[in-house]
């Protein structure tokens, strides 16, 4: 081996070792909030979100014991899923999703946290029904939408979350588990993520008294995890965390 050449397994070793750290500090940070929330730690998922990193890490995750991971556009999760399809893996689609894309999600997704309209969800009904599976949907709830908009990153604006989620529970091949949103970066909840997951507790009480078992709670990412648990988030989005500062989309 030349002084130019890399060692294949050395570079395989080195990154497996960065990830184990980042991922035992992330772990660590969710212990933490969980205890000063009287909160059990196993009431929390981790969703290691791979975005724009390589099907070799999602090995790489997967061995030090990570089972859910995220993706948020269909053109770079379908083919690392197909991928990494011999692993016991949870796959969690939380990007804005286009109609078009539904059946390609749905071949290998188990949870879309991002739905928002209703032609979303005919689009999914329609696929999953096809790919003979039940797929799992969050509503994506924006916390800067004023009534009968949409989010500037998705989601529907809190008046609207009851007729979506019935919907939801009301489409073949698709099952209602509960809401997702992201702190906003605009409104009354700007800078405020705490705040914003606490409202987003308070509608999921409300949805729980006609869908009990949409109980899923998917808020908080790697800058804002400690105030989802606190909150009561039942699943975290961590990115950044875990596999470092993304590399530039082409």
């Given at each position: ?12 070793g ?15 940070r ?11 730690r ?25 089972r ?15 991928a ?16 078009n894309k539904?059946?390609?999600v ?25 790919a003979?599976?039940r797929?799992?949907?969050l ?14 990153r ?10 979506l989620?019935d ?8 099952r ?15 800078g ?59």
């Amino acid at each position: 081996m030349t002084e130019h050449q890399t060692d294949p397994e050395a570079e395989d070793g080195a990154r497996r070792a960065e990830l184990a750290a980042n991922l035992d500090r992330v772990e660590k940070r969710i212990t933490a909030a969980c205890e000063a929330a009287g909160r059990d730690r196993a009431d929390v998922t981790l969703i290691v979100v791979t975005k724009t990193y390589p099907a070799s890490d999602v090995r790489l995750l997967a061995g030090l014991g990570v089972r859910h991971v995220a993706e948020n556009r269909d053109q770079d999760a379908a083919p690392k899923a197909t991928a990494c399809a011999d692993l016991p893996l949870t796959w969690h689609f939380v990007g804005q999703l286009q109609t078009n894309k539904a059946r390609s999600v749905v071949r290998y997704s188990d949870h879309v946290h991002s739905v928002d309209r209703l032609r979303l969800v005919g689009a999914l009904s329609t696929a999953a029904t096809a790919a003979g599976k039940r797929l799992g949907c969050l509503v994506q709830v924006a916390l800067d939408a004023e009534s009968g908009t949409q989010g500037e990153r998705g989601g529907v604006a809190p008046d609207a979350v009851a007729a979506l989620a019935d919907a939801i529970a009301a489409a073949p091949g698709l099952r209602l588990d509960g809401l997702m949103t992201v702190a906003p970066l605009a409104g009354a909840y700007a800078g405020q993520p705490r705040a914003a997951f606490d409202r987003l507790m308070e509608i999921s009480s409300g949805l729980r008294e006609t869908h009990p078992a949409a109980n899923m709670v998917s808020a908080g990412m790697s800058q804002d995890l400690d105030e989802a648990v606190a909150a009561g988030a039942t699943h975290v989005r961590v990115g950044t965390a875990v596999l470092g500062v993304r590399p530039g989309l082409g």
